[in-house]
C-alpha cells in the first residue's frame, strides 16, 4: 500500500504498555513516512515525554496498566501543551469512555488496525489541530466592540469598565483593531471655519454648473 509522504514529517508520540504492539505500531508510522519521537509504557512517562519532545499527536492507548491510564495521562498533557491526540483502544467501559470523551480527542483507533485506519486517522488529526489553531489565530485578530458605551455630552470622551475617562481615539485603539484618520466634518467647517466652508461650497456649485 502506498501513501503519499507528508509534506513535513509530523512528529507522533506513541504510549502503549505493550512493547511489541508499540513496536509494530513505531514500524507502521515511519513506514508511512511519519516521525517517531518516542514511546511510552505508563501514564507517567507519557506525560514527561510529551512536555519533552512536544510532539504534532499522540497515540494514546486508553487501558494503560498503572495508576495513570491512558484517559488521566491526556488530562494532564494538555493542561501543558496543545496537541491532538488520538486513543488507542480494544475495549473500555462506558465510564472510561466518557472520560475520555471529556478530553476532546481527535479521533480513535480501534484494535487491531490496519495501515490505512493508522494513515487516514492521523491526517484527519493532523489537518483538523491545523484547521482549529488557524481559525484561533484569526479570531484573535478580531476585536469586536459591543454593550452600552457611556460618553460624555459635552467632550466626547468615553468611560471604560472601569470607570476611567478617555478620549475616543485612545478608546478605540485600546479596545479594538481599527486606525483612526482625523478630518473635520461639514457642519464643524461652517461653524469653525465660516470663510472656508463659504469658498468650499463656492467651488462646488461652479463645478456643478459646468458639468450642466
Known amino acids: 500500500m502506498e501513501h503519499q509522504e507528508?509534506?513535513?514529517?509530523?512528529?507522533?508520540l506513541i504510549v502503549e504498555d505493550e512493547v511489541l504492539v508499540a513496536m509494530d505500531m513505531e514500524k507502521r508510522l515511519q513506514g508511512l513516512g511519519y516521525n517517531v519521537v518516542g514511546t511510552a509504557h505508563t501514564g507517567e512517562s507519557a506525560v514527561e515525554k510529551a512536555l519533552e519532545t512536544k510532539p504534532d499527536?499522540?497515540?494514546m492507548d486508553i487501558m494503560l496498566r498503572g495508576e495513570m491510564d491512558g484517559v488521566s495521562a491526556a488530562e494532564e498533557i494538555k493542561k501543558e501543551i496543545n496537541v491532538?491526540?488520538?486513543?488507542?483502544?480494544?475495549?473500555?467501559d462506558d465510564e472510561t469512555l466518557e472520560r475520555a470523551k471529556r478530553?476532546?480527542?481527535?479521533?480513535?483507533?480501534i484494535k487491531p488496525y490496519s495501515e490505512r485506519e493508522i494513515y487516514t486517522t492521523v491526517e484527519m488529526a493532523l489537518y483538523k489541530h491545523m484547521a482549529e489553531q488557524q481559525l484561533a489565530e484569526e479570531q484573535a485578530k478580531v476585536r469586536v466592540l459591543s454593550g452600552l458605551l457611556p460618553i460624555c455630552s459635552s467632550c466626547k470622551k468615553i468611560r471604560d469598565d472601569k470607570g476611567?475617562?478617555?478620549?475616543i481615539e485612545a478608546y478605540f485603539y485600546e479596545h479594538s483593531d481599527v486606525e483612526l484618520t482625523h478630518g473635520i466634518c461639514p457642519d464643524c467647517t461652517q461653524k469653525l471655519y465660516p470663510d472656508e466652508y463659504a469658498a468650499i461650497q463656492k467651488k462646488k456649485?461652479?463645478?456643478a454648473a459646468k458639468k450642466k
Open 164 to 167: 476611567y475617562w478617555q478620549q
Open 6 to 12: 507528508p509534506k513535513e514529517r509530523a512528529k507522533i
Open 205 to 207: 456649485k461652479e463645478e
Open 84 to 92: 491532538p491526540i488520538v486513543y488507542l483502544t480494544a475495549y473500555s
Open 57 to 59: 499527536l499522540i497515540l
Open 103 to 109: 478530553t476532546e480527542p481527535f479521533g480513535y483507533l
